[in-house]
């Protein structure tokens, strides 16, 4: 699966906020978004009260599709991790593949080297539920197609029976009147 498509699933949901909350602990950072790279809002834990989650996914998708061609201009496919320094706060965002983004918020500038690690084995378990629940997604469609198939054939069959019984009888009485 390249791309994300959703995620319709509430066990993959609960799977990936296990992942998270665990790399909060690790890290001790505040908060983590997890974003589709077009800026939609997939979860996030920890402290988000202060953040608008909306606003922030789709800014952060816009920068990292600047980003990207930044990467260009320097013969660079693409950078897949971003850190940004502010005075209390930091964001470290990064690609899971083509799938979706993560970003963490943190306050300790100290805790970057824990972040950078944590967020690598993180992202790996995250990316792996997202192409798992596509894949399911995959097979559902797969099925409701299927279903939709044996559904319209057998619609048509009693549409061509019904009206094959009403030729068979209207040819009946036809050769009973001559």
Do not use: C, P, W
Not at 13 to 37: G, H, M, R, V
Not at 86 to 100: F, M, P, Q, Y
Not at 115 to 135: C, D, H, M, N, P
């Amino acid at each position: 699966m390249g791309d994300y498509k959703s995620i319709t699933f509430s066990s993959q949901i609960e799977e990936i906020n296990k992942y998270l909350d665990d790399f909060i602990i690790k890290t001790t950072a505040i908060s983590i978004i997890l974003i589709t790279k077009d800026g939609q809002l997939i979860t996030s834990r920890g402290d988000v009260s202060f953040i608008n989650t909306t606003a922030l996914a789709a800014l952060v998708a816009g920068s990292f599709a600047a980003t990207k061609e930044v990467a260009s201009l320097l013969g660079e496919r693409e950078f897949s991790i971003l850190l940004q320094q502010g005075e209390k706060r930091h964001v470290h965002i990064s690609l899971l593949g083509s799938i979706a983004m993560m970003v963490v918020v943190f306050e300790n500038l100290n805790n970057v080297g824990k972040v950078r690690f944590y967020a690598k084995e993180v992202s790996q378990k995250v990316t792996g539920s997202l192409i798992k629940g596509g894949k399911r997604e995959e097979e559902r469609v797969k099925l409701e197609l299927l279903n939709f198939k044996e559904y319209a054939t057998n619609l048509i069959d009693t549409i061509f029976s019904d009206s094959d019984s009403a030729l068979i009888e209207q040819t009946k009485t036809e050769t009973k009147e001559k």
